[in-house]
């Protein structure tokens, strides 16, 4: 396989990572914190529902989760195509 | 010891230790000013980028918005958080590879157009500008609190030692100056609200706290809460009572801000490794994080507190009575603040007792009228006094209400002055040695450096006066600027080859002018009070506020440049090159100057 096309392939599969990554990314915040919180209202949470969690709390720890995820997911990528930095 | 020497002793000695710090690792580093971070392990470049991000909008303001209004404020702590998403997966990896020190050179590069590079500037100056004037806010409180001078006075003093701090800039680079003040501006936040935590739930972990039961009462903390302030006619806490268009738009304006904002963006030029700026944005997150967790916890038993202080046989029986604020010990507080004049009570029915309620709320007036009670009785409590005041109002230790002054003016101070560096080297190392004049000698770069810096500080305090909004909001309409003009050029830059130098500059240009107009129609023009056309409560289009429309102008910059791009020439071979070479790790070198 030629470099171009090594990073091509390096490219779509960090391409297909990050739109996954930010499908979470809206999931949790925009999603459960906003715009899903009315569904999430049955479920109690500590005086108020999971929404309210999501929006406080939630979003913030699956938002540190996601990051060091795709930082460990990439550094094997960029392994397995050979196009690391050493 | 009072009061007043002990904050003094501790902004003192916070102080010293950060000049300290500063003259012990100077000493080996000039040369490294530029290169702060390489080298520097991605934890500690975490830590260190963690203290230059939160400014006075997170530790002195946000908190304080967030108990005033509950649920429908959760929009900061998502928005000021999900950024680093953005950043660590749409941004920092690239710009590292791409390897040269300023946003503005890598658009200009990238859109290979000198056009390109100065509207970046230009986008760079207006948005820290106003991020400046939010600042300025939070530092004219801060300094009239631990002075007990008036807040204006406070704000003038808080301008000089801005200036002083930021001309006496290198302290600035220096990555461990910033871990110290990282390492005081997070106790000052944590350790007030442990103590309180712990006072009304019991759980020493605030974020638990939250959600914990309330010891008083036996009920869950957040249900007390919600039925307390409904008793007085304000909305429920943990309801959703605001538009749901304008919250996702605000939040996703605070979002793609954070990851257009030049003074964070530049900490991951310089980190030794590709892999690194990966790693260095989740560390940063981690312990913007602990702040972030913890302040809705703060906001909440604040709200709860203040309640109950100003209602303390509960809010069916009589209120707190003027003489107890006058000669109680646990209302010394109220005194104190009142000097700055942002705190403020008026006895309007003469009964001896202050009442504080919603008195816009229906039911509210009708119980008012029949206890002659005519207007709520607390006349003011500005949002941005409450997470300094959270100690005195807890009545902690006077130690730790020393640290917090100490802590607030960290956050402040640090973040002022980055954002008066990144304006100053935007104009004398992007404008005048980029584009006016080459030549200039390294002493007129510096002179014009200070001038630009002294220029932006007195508009900012000028304008923090009578500023356009607390500290938080006014950054938010930073972050909506940043987030109209710099993001959109950046992830073009990188994820499309099809985006071409005209399409940069008109994306640019038109995000940038239509959001700033949009602004301006909001807030007054150029932020000057009573010059505006329409107001956040009534805004222009359906329900979008002036602080949520820097969504809607990223998505007016992209369509523009996609527009303009697709009708102008195609970009370059060499450039499509460049881009692909932004996109591997492999061959990243160390970060070079222009």
């Known amino acids: 396989m030629s470099d171009k096309e090594a990073s091509n392939a390096y490219w779509k599969a960090n391409v297909r990572l990050i739109l996954w990554s930010l499908v979470i990314w809206a999931l949790v915040s925009f999603g459960f914190g906003i715009l899903l919180r009315p569904m999430l209202s049955g479920i109690a949470v500590g005086g108020t529902d999971l929404g309210f969690w999501f929006a406080q709390q939630g979003s913030i720890l699956v938002f540190l989760a996601l990051i060091f995820f795709y930082a460990w997911r990439m550094n094997k990528l960029d392994a397995e195509h050979g196009v690391g930095e050493e | ?594």
């Not at chain 2, 949002?383 to 006077?398: H, S």
């Not at chain 2, 006016?436 to 932006?456: F, H, Q, Y």
């Open chain 2, 1 to 594: 010891m009072d009061q007043f020497t002990l904050n003094l002793l501790f902004v003192g000695a916070s102080f010293a230790l950060y000049i300290g710090i500063a003259i012990w690792a100077r000493a080996g580093s000039t040369s490294e000013f530029y290169a702060a971070g390489r080298g520097v392990h991605p934890v500690t470049n975490g830590m260190a980028t963690a203290a230059d991000w939160m400014s006075a909008a997170s530790f002195i303001s946000m908190a304080g918005l967030i108990a005033f209004t509950g649920y429908d404020n959760s929009t900061f702590l998502m928005g000021w958080t999900g950024g680093y998403v953005l950043l660590a997966l749409l941004l920092a990896p690239y710009l590292r590879k791409f390897g040269k020190f300023t946003v503005s050179e890598f658009i200009g590069d990238r859109f290979y157009s000198k056009t390109a590079r100065m509207v970046a500037v230009l986008c760079l100056i207006v948005a820290s500008t106003t991020y400046v004037i939010g600042q300025m806010t939070g530092v004219g409180v801060a300094f009239g609190r631990f002075l007990e001078i008036s807040n204006t006075s406070g704000l003038l003093i808080g301008a000089c030692v801005v200036f002083a701090y930021a001309v006496f800039g290198g302290m600035k680079g220096v990555t461990y100056t910033q871990v110290a003040q990282y390492v005081v501006l997070i106790m000052a936040y944590t350790i007030p609200a442990i103590f309180i935590s712990l006072q009304l739930t019991g759980n020493p972990v605030p974020a638990l706290g939250l959600f914990g039961d309330h010891v008083a009462s036996g009920e869950p903390l957040l249900a007390k809460l919600d039925q307390i302030v409904r008793e007085l006619g304000f909305n429920e806490y943990t309801t959703h009572h605001s538009d749901t268009l304008n919250m996702v738009l605000f939040t996703l304006s605070l979002m793609i801000g954070t990851a257009g904002l030049p003074h964070v963006i530049m900490r991951f030029f310089t980190v030794p490794r590709v892999a690194d700026a990966r790693w260095s944005a989740g560390w940063a997150l981690v312990f913007i994080a602990l702040l972030y967790l913890t302040a809705p916890a703060v906001g909440a038993m604040a709200r709860m507190n203040i309640t109950e202080l100003m209602w303390p046989n509960g809010t069916n029986e009589q209120a707190v009575s003027v003489e107890d604020i006058a000669n109680n010990p646990k209302y010394d507080w109220m005194q104190t603040w009142q000097k700055t004049g942002l705190l403020d009570w008026e006895d309007k029915n003469g009964d001896g007792r202050i009442q504080y309620y919603n008195d816009a709320n229906a039911a509210m007036q009708e119980k008012a009228a029949a206890n002659g009670w005519t207007g709520n009785e607390l006349t003011k409590f500005n949002r941005d006094i409450l997470v300094l005041a959270n100690p005195e109002i807890a009545n902690l230790p006077g130690w730790v209400i020393g640290l917090v002054a100490a802590g607030g003016l960290a956050a402040a101070l640090s973040t002022a002055a980055g954002l008066l560096l990144a304006i100053s080297s935007a104009v004398s190392h992007d404008l005048i040695k980029g584009q006016l004049n080459p030549n200039i000698s390294e002493k007129s770069e510096l002179m014009a450096a200070r001038v630009a810096m002294g220029v932006a500080i007195v508009v900012a305090t000028y304008l923090g006066l009578n500023p356009p909004g607390f500290a938080a909001q006014t950054v938010a309409l930073a972050f909506g600027l940043a987030a109209a003009s710099i993001f959109p050029a950046l992830m073009m830059g990188i994820f499309s080859t099809k985006i071409n130098n005209h399409g940069a500059v008109a994306g640019m240009l038109a995000g940038l002018i239509v959001t700033l107009v949009y602004i301006f129609l909001h807030k007054g023009w150029f932020f000057i009070p009573d010059t505006n056309s329409f107001t956040d409560a009534d805004p222009l289009l359906g329900t979008i506020k002036s602080t949520s429309f820097g969504a809607v102008g990223a998505m007016i910059n992209f369509t523009v440049a996609y527009v303009v791009a697709s009708m102008t020439k195609e970009t370059p071979q060499h450039i499509k090159d460049l881009v692909e070479s932004v996109r591997v790790p492999k061959g990243a070198g160390a970060a070079t100057d222009h």
